[in-house]
């Protein structure tokens, strides 16, 4: 008797092989082609399908339990402008962070505000700064530097010193162009004349100087042969103003007391100049105080007869109309009174004698 089987549906047979390599997925390929291959089954063309690596598999359970650590450079390998973009991205997630506190601190309208954050490096220091800043501040901060310095004779390369120990402080290039503001400001408002002369002097080597500051002593040897002169009238003009304000003087009583002086120095061991100065006797609690004697006249040379000649003649003038016509500013007339203290050769020379004997 013979018995017919019979299969009413579509037969379906399926395999599954599994093999391990640890030098490439080509290689593994080749390894599960020879498992096929070893049981004497033929295949055609490329029939691998659903190739499983056990290492691959292995790195995506791992990728998915933990997250990628970045691998970081260390510092002293970095360019400047890697440098500069960490720490830009460290000061943006710090600012992220104090926000997020700071509402849990202060209501909105306190407006909690980041300023700046300090931190270094390696030995390097960041100084980073949030915001726009304030330039009425900054214009403040930079005039009460150039102030100081000149008070406390802090040369360019002293003040550079300053900044390298205290980067709060404004850049040195800044602070000299708040000079040249400064001084082209003046400028506008008591002009500076340039005088040419024929007469200089040199200091006698035996002499004892009386300026040693390098810069005063270069910017005195450049001038040489020239005079710089400025009006008397101009300064008062822009000085009364400010000195009525703080009381100094009395709009009531608008008498002025003036003091010439003039006298010579030795600048280093090179050259001798001659300074004409004058002060506002009224100013009593200033008249010691250097920066309260205003400069007229400045010349590299001695106080020789014929120079003081030719370098004070505006300067008669003026005092000459300052004597006998006053002065007018606003509504109010002022008078002077002129007083001298220096030697005999500018005395008489402000006296108008037409020679030193």
Excluded at 331 to 336: C, I, S, T
Aim: glycine share 4%; hydrophobic share 35%; charged share 25%.
């Amino acid at each position: 008797m013979i018995t017919k089987y019979k299969q009413s549906g579509d037969a379906e047979m399926k395999t599954s092989e599994q093999v391990f390599s640890k030098s490439s997925a080509t290689n593994a390929a080749d390894l599960l082609h020879k498992k096929f291959t070893e049981s004497n089954a033929k295949t055609s063309g490329i029939l691998l399908f659903g190739l499983q690596l056990n290492k691959l598999k292995e790195y995506r359970e791992t990728k998915s339990v933990k997250p990628h650590t970045k691998i970081l450079k260390p510092v002293n390998e970095m360019t400047t402008s890697g440098l500069t973009k960490r720490a830009t991205k460290i000061s943006s997630k710090v600012s992220e962070q104090f926000s997020e506190i700071a509402n849990n601190y202060y209501l909105s309208e306190d407006v909690p505000l980041l300023k700046s954050i300090e931190f270094s490096v390696k030995d390097k220091r960041y100084d980073i700064y949030y915001g726009k800043e304030n330039q009425v501040l900054k214009h403040k901060k930079e005039v009460a530097i150039v102030r100081a310095m000149d008070k406390s004779r802090i040369s360019r390369d002293g003040y550079r010193y300053l900044t390298a120990i205290e980067p709060n402080l404004p850049k040195e290039n800044a602070i000299s162009e708040q000079k040249v503001f400064i001084n082209n400001l003046m400028e506008q408002n008591v002009k500076i004349k340039i005088i040419n002369i024929e007469a200089t002097a040199a200091v006698d080597p035996d002499e004892v100087p009386h300026i040693m500051d390098e810069n005063i002593v270069e910017t005195v040897i450049n001038s040489v042969g020239k005079a710089g002169v400025r009006s008397i009238k101009e300064i008062l003009i822009f000085l009364i103003p400010s000195l009525v304000r703080k009381n100094i003087l009395n709009s009531s009583q608008p008498i002025i007391s003036i003091r010439i002086s003039g006298d010579g120095r030795n600048v280093g061991r090179k050259v001798k100049h001659v300074m004409i100065t004058f002060a506002i006797l009224n100013h009593k609690k200033v008249l010691f105080s250097p920066e309260y004697h205003y400069t007229l006249i400045l010349y590299p040379g001695s106080e020789e007869y014929n120079t003081l000649d030719i370098t004070t003649r505006l300067l008669r003038e003026e005092l000459w109309q300052l004597k006998n016509q006053g002065l007018t500013i606003g509504n109010v007339h002022w008078k002077f009174e002129l007083y001298f203290s220096s030697d005999w050769k500018f005395l008489i020379t402000c006296l108008g004698f037409n020679s030193p004997t």
